[in-house]
């Protein structure tokens, strides 16, 4: 595997962090890996959104290697077989395509395109078969992602990571009705809403195929697995929110955290700031306790038998990749175009977004 201290394009170079973003302690402490099949999984990915028809040929040569999608995969689960990786990587760049068309269905007022639209998803997650020819690029692009993904586990592993899918997609319906009120939610209903619209739970779920095994109720449940598993995830969508917070308040945006606490908290915008990045920098400092408590549980899973052996080696190997996931987000906010705000020429359009597929012309 490679180490990328910068970035992970075909020539790294030194990404300027801005100061008032900046995590040392990330830097310092958490190298950066990159999946040795990355190179691959870039091209696949690239033909995979063409084929399927969820970004245009010449948005795909223009904007998808900048906008980094592969390369926050790839440094998150590493040591997953290459076919693994490339389902993960294609639903990943499918997500962020439905993100976008999600957003612009409230930006252009579509709640009847959004309705349907989230109807044809909770289907086709149940029978992804059926719809993998659906007329929706999509929905069939979903369906396709959701085939891969269930070949390579148990069914059970399938029918919870669906639970939590469903949970997803309900959760995206609830932000739809919130930004078309102009709702803002207060912290603790924010933090819980952002959890789900981030897929906390998702992403903690695929590093079990990306491990090899389904991981048995009674130790991913335990706390000891969660808490570094949901600090991993807070952080990733807390620094989101550090990141996006001046963009999304200038878009009259009603979800992210400082924004609730603005509203709700009587915080100015500096102050908000200040608390959003305290609580990224606990969840760093506060990972770091759990990783370790973590990691004796692995160790301790190892109870002499070839299936404790076989459990304890997954389970340190997920804990491994939570780690990771504190440097490729990191790096990702600051390398993708997706944040690169100030030099789009319309700053309430992406210029990456399919349009035609979106709606518009």
């Not at 912290?187 to 095994?213: K, M």
């Not at 991913?220 to 308040?249: G, H, M």
């Not at 990045?277 to 002499?304: K, M, P, S, Y």
């Not at 990191?330 to 309430?348: C, I, M, Q």
Request: glycine fraction near 4%.
């Amino acid at each position: 595997m490679h180490d990328f201290p910068h970035g992970t394009t075909s020539t790294p170079t030194t990404v300027a962090v801005p100061p008032s973003l900046a995590l040392p302690v990330i830097e310092a402490e958490f190298p950066r890996q990159l999946h040795p099949y990355w190179p691959q999984l870039q091209e696949k990915t690239r033909l995979w959104l063409v084929e399927k028809r969820l970004m245009p040929a010449d948005k795909v040569e223009e904007y998808a290697d900048g906008l980094c999608y592969t390369d926050l995969m790839a440094g998150y689960y590493i040591g997953a077989p290459d076919d693994v990786m490339q389902a993960i990587a294609d639903y990943s760049a499918w997500f962020f395509v439905w993100d976008d068309r999600h957003d612009r269905d409230i930006v252009h007022g579509r709640p009847a395109d959004w309705r349907r639209l989230r109807l044809r998803l909770h289907t086709a997650l149940d029978s992804p078969r059926h719809h993998l020819n659906h007329p929706d690029p999509l929905v069939a692009g979903f369906a396709d992602s959701m085939v891969r993904l269930y070949s390579f586990l148990p069914q059970t592993w399938n029918a919870r990571f669906a639970r939590h899918f469903h949970a997803v997609i309900d959760a995206y319906d609830r932000e739809f009705r919130n930004r078309a009120e102009g709702y803002i939610p207060e912290v603790e209903e924010y933090l819980a809403l952002r959890r789900l619209t981030f897929a906390h739970w998702i992403w903690t779920d695929l590093l079990e195929p990306s491990a090899g095994l389904e991981i048995p109720d009674d130790v991913r449940k335990n706390p000891v697995y969660r808490r570094p598993a949901l600090l991993s995830q807070e952080f990733a969508a807390w620094y989101n929110d550090l990141c996006s917070l001046p963009k999304e308040i200038a878009g009259d945006e009603v979800h992210n955290l400082g924004i609730s606490l603005i509203t709700h908290q009587g915080l100015n915008l500096e102050e908000a700031v200040v608390e959003v990045r305290r609580r990224v920098e606990r969840c760093i400092t506060e990972f770091l306790e759990a990783e370790r408590e973590a990691l004796r549980f692995a160790d301790d899973l190892a109870d002499g038998t070839t299936r404790g052996k076989e459990l304890s080696v997954v389970v340190r190997a997920c804990i491994c990749n939570m780690r990771n996931w504190f440097s490729s987000v990191y790096w990702f906010h600051h390398e993708s175009g997706r944040y690169t705000v100030d030099s789009w020429d319309d700053r309430s359009t992406p210029p990456y977004v399919n349009n035609e597929a979106a709606g518009e012309k």
